[in-house]
């Protein structure tokens, strides 16, 4: 069983910065693709970032550019800097992680989620 858990979310004005983090615990192959997505209210969820363990990433095009994921293999935790905020960015963010993910920007590959942060971003 794998669980994740997110955290770096919170409140900041437009154009600022966030770094959000997730932490795996688990079988390290469960996690050969990890991801994430935000949902804002009333909004179906949207595909934010992801990368492989192979270091390949892909990126949703509204946040392409001013966001950058990576991933630390050895603690088993993937980051997801958010530069240059925007009110639109507002969410919640849910990492993901799944052991074969075919199509990195959608989320039914993914077996595993977190709960999710908060992201609100201020005009």
């Known amino acids: 069983q794998v669980q994740l858990v997110e955290s770096g979310g919170g409140f900041v004005q437009t154009g600022d910065s966030l770094r959000l983090s997730c932490t795996a615990s688990?079988?390290?192959?469960?996690?050969?693709?990890m991801g994430w997505f935000r949902q804002a209210p009333g909004k179906e969820r949207e595909f934010v970032a992801a990368?492989?363990?192979?270091?390949?990433?892909k990126y949703g095009s509204s946040v392409k550019g001013r966001f950058t994921i990576s991933r630390d293999r050895y603690k088993n935790t993937v980051y997801l800097q958010m530069n240059s905020l925007k009110p639109e960015d507002t969410a919640v963010y849910y990492c993901a992680a799944g052991s074969s993910v075919l199509v990195l920007d959608t989320s039914r590959g993914y077996d595993y989620w977190g709960q999710g942060t908060q992201v609100t971003v201020s005009s």
């Open positions: 990368i492989r363990r192979t270091g390949t990433t």
């Open positions: 688990g079988p390290t192959y469960s996690t050969n693709n």
